[in-house]
């Protein structure tokens, strides 16, 4: 026989069921069952930490860009993603208050290696067409995985994702911009970009995440889908990528390194080869090309700049 809390529970959960049925946003202050402000915690704070790690690779092109304007270009680009990240922590602190946690924990869990980031963004630029790539292509799969969760069911997340993905999409268009002006460059400048997509393209696929093989609704991936914080799977969203992007690839000239890759039409899908998901495993596990210098540029400068954030925290309040 079930007690008067069981009750109450079951009668919290079933209202919260329903209210996302019914297409209603969750704030912060609603009652939540753990297992979606868990998930929610998961993911926002990865995609946050991903917006930072992610201005990393091409913080590192802002003194080697070819030009002024384009100097100026991707440091607005850079500062685009930190605040990004900022946003989407500060969405992940009111959800983790309840449970003691604060950003604090967030960092920390990232310099232990407990919060994973993309996988793209461990790897290493090697030049001004990595640079481009990572705007037009890497930018784009960002786009599609964001504009899934654009009417996520919790509202302060739903809210950042639509100024987030504004903003995405002038990035998408910075990054296409230097792309063609390499494609309609010398050969050695289209050469950078068929180099750099022979490389960025395994990374690319793994963007998304391997296809959940579960069906029994237990997966990270299924419980975001049950409780309306996104829409499509892994593969739905790599399929998008595909469809969008492989007619554009090719229009440029552009040879993708997969001479499996098809659109079968029996299937209605894309064919293409598997990337190697071990290696996904160890990249996200910080053993990918950059993994080490970019956590340790990371945490150096978070502590350097703690005293800022002691300062801020032991402010007085000033009466006006």
């Not at 232990?112 to 090697?126: A, C, E, P, R, S």
């Not at 639509?162 to 063609?180: L, N, S, Y």
């Amino acid at each position: 026989m079930l007690g008067r809390q069981d009750v109450t529970e079951r009668e919290k959960m079933d209202q919260f069921k329903r209210r996302i049925e019914q297409g209603e946003k969750i704030e912060a202050t609603d009652w939540m069952p753990e297992e979606y402000r868990v998930a929610l915690i998961k993911l926002i704070s990865m995609h946050g930490i991903s917006e930072i790690m992610g201005a990393l690779p091409e913080k590192e092109w802002v003194p080697k860009a070819p030009s002024l304007r384009r100097k100026l270009a991707i440091m607005a680009k850079v500062q685009d993603e930190m605040g990004h990240g900022q946003l989407l922590l500060r969405v992940a602190e009111d959800l983790m208050a309840p449970l003691g946690r604060t950003r604090e924990h967030v960092m920390q869990d990232l310099f232990k290696g407990d919060l994973k980031f993309h996988n793209v963004f461990h790897m290493k630029t090697h030049s001004w067409g990595d640079a481009g790539l990572i705007g037009w292509l890497v930018d784009g799969a960002a786009i599609i995985t964001q504009t899934n969760m654009l009417d996520a069911s919790y509202g302060p997340y739903q809210r950042a994702l639509q100024r987030i993905c504004a903003e995405e999409v002038f990035h998408a268009q910075h990054g296409e911009a230097v792309i063609m002006a390499l494609a309609e460059g010398t050969p050695a400048q289209k050469e950078l970009i068929q180099d750099a997509l022979n490389r960025w393209w395994e990374a690319l696929l793994m963007f998304f995440g391997p296809e959940s093989k579960e069906t029994t609704g237990s997966s990270k991936q299924d419980i975001t889908i049950q409780y309306r914080i996104r829409k499509n799977t892994n593969e739905e969203l790599r399929q998008a990528f595909l469809t969008k992007y492989v007619p554009r690839i090719y229009s440029i000239g552009l040879t993708i390194p997969d001479s499996t890759l098809h659109y079968d039409e029996t299937l209605g899908r894309w064919v293409y080869k598997q990337p190697d998901w071990n290696r996904f495993k160890e990249i996200i596990s910080n053993n990918g090309p950059k993994s080490k210098e970019r956590l340790t540029l990371r945490q150096d400068s978070y502590e350097r700049n703690r005293w800022v954030r002691e300062a801020l925290a032991s402010r007085p309040t000033v009466a006006i």
